[in-house]
């Protein structure tokens, strides 16, 4: 076992299947679910910022959880 790797393949794969994925959504559904968004965001209604923040914090004490556990060892 090599450690990284694991992460290394998943973000090769995030970096290819994200834009081809985009690519095989048709151009008529894209524009619709883009002129939604903006819309939402037009009325306030923006909360992946918060989300962001609240993930970023749960991964973030995870992290600090996992180092005080393996620090013990």
């Not at 994925?21 to 619709?32: D, F, K, N, T, Y």
């Amino acid at each position: 076992m090599i450690p990284g790797i694991g992460y290394l393949d998943d973000l090769v794969i995030l970096s290819v299947g994200i834009p081809l994925s985009i690519r095989m959504v048709p151009a008529g559904v894209m524009a619709e679910c883009r002129a939604k968004a903006r819309a939402e965001m037009a009325r306030g209604r923006n909360k992946s910022k918060a989300a962001s923040v609240l993930v970023t914090i749960l991964f973030t004490l995870a992290a600090l959880a996992a180092v005080f556990i393996f620090r013990k060892c």
